[in-house]
């Protein structure tokens, strides 16, 4: 049996990438995702490339072939964009697979089982688990869509998602490390934090033989990727201080059309948007008058003229 696993990580170095490159936690990893028990990491190819960890594993075991190819990212920011996304980095990957062979041939040319994964640990409020779906981009909803692709979101913030987490201990102590930073971040300066959360972190066993064999490379790549952040989140906030945010209210407004005219309720809309029910509910209110087509750019208009009475 064959297994194949793609990794990606928005930034070159970060601590998930650096936790999840190394054989064993990778097949941790992969063995929570997938509630399987593979025990050898040894029989783990790691290789880098793109930015991206690469792992294949073998499994003599069963003489049948199943091959499968997974991509998984940590965001600490909400992106709606990553089926998009993920539909570019597995087009590469199967290029590569199937380059050598003969796609007009009249035999079916196989490729690896895709599955998309995301493991979201910012503050912005998620649900427990989200599916985000390449087809909420499209300009024209269908009910079957000619293309599609599923990404799922965990939300591994404290309280979320334990079941995965007790399944894969070093996914646990991420969660705690980052946890621990954000709580120090409140009574001290960034750097501080992380050096203290590193030490608390090596004093009560949480990561401790990466951090104690890689401590100053470690505090230097969480704070460059906290410093990151801060810089998404002043971005968001500046973009909500001009009124609703004109790009915001114009992918909330389309996506809730979209999603009435496969007849959901406000309430489902908001579930799945993680959006506030009463913000939601306006745009419905609003909408209803425009159904069954839905005209975005008077509904954009008037959610702005309540949401600035003012203009």
């Not at 203290?196 to 990727?225: P, Q, R, W, Y």
């Not at 425009?290 to 954009?300: F, Q, R, V």
Request: proline share 4%; glycine share 2%; net charge negative.
């Amino acid at each position: 049996m064959n297994e194949t696993v793609y990794i990606e990580t928005k930034y070159k170095d970060t601590l998930f990438r650096m936790l999840f490159k190394e054989k064993s936690r990778l097949l941790e990893l992969y063995n929570a995702i997938n509630n399987t028990n593979y025990q050898n990491p040894t029989e783990l190819e790691v290789v880098t490339l793109e930015n991206a960890v690469y792992m294949s594993m073998k499994n003599d075991v069963s003489c049948l072939i199943d091959m499968r190819i997974q991509l998984y990212e940590q965001q600490s920011t909400v992106n709606p964009n990553m089926p998009l996304r993920d539909l570019m980095y597995v087009c590469a990957q199967y290029e590569k697979i199937v380059i050598k062979k003969d796609m007009y041939s009249r035999r079916l040319v196989k490729l690896p089982t895709p599955k998309f994964v995301v493991f979201y640990n910012g503050i912005e409020k998620q649900s427990k688990r989200l599916e985000l779906h390449l087809s909420d981009a499209f300009e024209i909803q269908e009910d079957s869509p000619a293309l599609e692709l599923h990404v799922t979101q965990y939300n591994i913030n404290k309280g979320f998602n334990e079941e995965l987490l007790s399944k894969c201990p070093t996914l646990f102590q991420y969660m705690q490390y980052v946890n621990l930073i954000r709580e120090y971040r409140k009574i001290m300066p960034l750097a501080k934090a992380v050096s203290k959360a590193v030490d608390h972190c090596i004093s009560h066993g949480i990561l401790e033989d990466l951090l104690l064999a890689n401590k100053a490379e470690v505090i230097k790549m969480t704070i460059f990727e906290y410093d990151e952040e801060q810089h998404k989140q002043t971005l968001l906030e500046e973009g909500y201080e001009d009124g609703f945010n004109d790009g915001k209210l114009t992918n909330l407004v389309t996506l809730v059309c979209r999603k009435l005219k496969l007849n959901q309720t406000p309430s489902k809309i908001a579930s799945d948007l993680v959006e506030d029910p009463v913000t939601i509910q306006t745009i419905c209110d609003i909408a209803s008058s425009y159904a069954p087509d839905y005209n975005i750019e008077d509904i954009i208009e008037q959610a702005r003229q309540i949401n600035n009475p003012q203009n």
